[in-house]
């Protein structure tokens, strides 16, 4: 499991990198890489409302709960469903909602599932063209007794790479008060087709640094990259 920024994992015939950077001290973004078993690898990207101490405090209390989510029951769709439900409790007391997506890799078949609880659907870079995942579904705390809206299924191959994010970075105010924008996202990432896990994550923020300089933004900005890798992903972590 990484969570920290800039670290690289390599496992898993993926190369992975991920950073979160929070507008205050702290902030309620966060991401992680959770190995289930030999063969399966969980990434999660989440946003929780608010910002600051008490966001932080929230996140770590989802966070906590989806780690034991996915050993009671690694089904993606489980997981999230469970995470509704215990999680969803503590954040309708603190009248607060998290959004979530939840990725399941598996490294022999390629198969990459999707469950998403409210969250920007993750892109896909595949023989360089982009597409946005079209997984939707309602934010975790919102709904008692939601089900969730199902698992989407990709199959990845050599070079694929998939980019996840906050709704700090494509909200991210520049010029005239113009949003940075999931079009642009789109463009500089099929621009780094063929980079990189870690050269695609730095090149996206050098972008949106450009876009923003000069301008004060008020929210986290959480951004993942997994790539793969096929054998050369088979080395250990850094």
């Given at each position: 499991?990484?969570?920290?920024?800039?670290?690289?994992?390599?496992?898993?015939?993926?190369?992975?990198?991920?950073?979160?950077?929070?507008?205050?001290?702290?902030?309620?973004?966060?991401?992680?890489?959770?190995?289930?078993?030999?063969?399966?690898?969980?990434?999660?990207?989440?946003?929780?409302?608010?910002?600051?101490?008490?966001?932080?405090?929230?996140?770590?209390?989802?966070?906590?709960?989806?780690?034991?989510?996915?050993?009671?029951?690694?089904?993606?769709?489980?997981?999230?469903?469970?995470?509704?439900?215990?999680?969803?409790?503590?954040?309708?007391?603190?009248?607060?909602?998290?959004?979530?997506?939840?990725?399941?890799?598996?490294?022999?078949?390629?198969?990459?599932?999707c469950v998403n609880a409210?969250?920007?659907?993750?892109?896909?870079?595949?023989?360089?063209?982009?597409k946005v995942a079209r997984?939707?579904?309602?934010?975790?705390?919102?709904?008692?007794?939601?089900?969730?809206?199902?698992?989407?299924?990709?199959?990845?191959?050599?070079?694929?790479?998939?980019?996840?994010?906050?709704?700090?970075?494509?909200?991210?105010?520049?010029?005239?008060?113009?949003?940075?924008?999931?079009?642009?996202?789109?463009?500089?990432?099929?621009?780094?087709?063929?980079?990189?896990?870690?050269?695609?994550?730095?090149?996206?923020?050098?972008?949106?640094?450009?876009?923003?300089?000069?301008?004060?933004?008020?929210?986290?900005?959480?951004?993942?990259?997994?790539?793969?890798?096929?054998?050369?992903?088979?080395?250990?972590?850094?």
């Amino acid at each position: 499991m990484i969570t920290g920024n800039g670290k690289i994992l390599r496992a898993y015939g993926l190369e992975v990198s991920g950073c979160s950077l929070p507008a205050e001290q702290v902030g309620g973004d966060f991401f992680e890489f959770i190995s289930c078993d030999e063969r399966t690898l969980f990434a999660v990207i989440g946003d929780v409302m608010g910002k600051g101490f008490h966001a932080a405090r929230l996140m770590e209390t989802i966070r906590h709960m989806l780690r034991e989510c996915i050993r009671i029951n690694p089904h993606p769709l489980e997981v999230v469903r469970r995470l509704n439900k215990v999680g969803g409790d503590e954040l309708r007391k603190c009248r607060a909602f998290a959004t979530l997506c939840l990725l399941c890799y598996d490294k022999v078949t390629g198969r990459l599932s999707c469950v998403n609880a409210g969250h920007h659907p993750p892109l896909l870079l595949v023989n360089g063209k982009v597409k946005v995942a079209r997984c939707r579904g309602v934010a975790l705390g919102l709904l008692e007794d939601y089900l969730g809206s199902g698992v989407e299924e990709f199959f990845l191959a050599d070079g694929d790479a998939v980019v996840l994010y906050t709704d700090g970075l494509v909200e991210a105010y520049g010029p005239d008060e113009q949003r940075y924008g999931q079009e642009r996202l789109k463009e500089i990432v099929r621009l780094q087709n063929g980079a990189d896990a870690d050269r695609m994550r730095q090149s996206i923020l050098s972008d949106l640094e450009t876009f923003t300089r000069g301008f004060s933004q008020k929210d986290d900005v959480t951004l993942v990259v997994m790539k793969v890798a096929g054998k050369g992903g088979e080395r250990g972590g850094d």
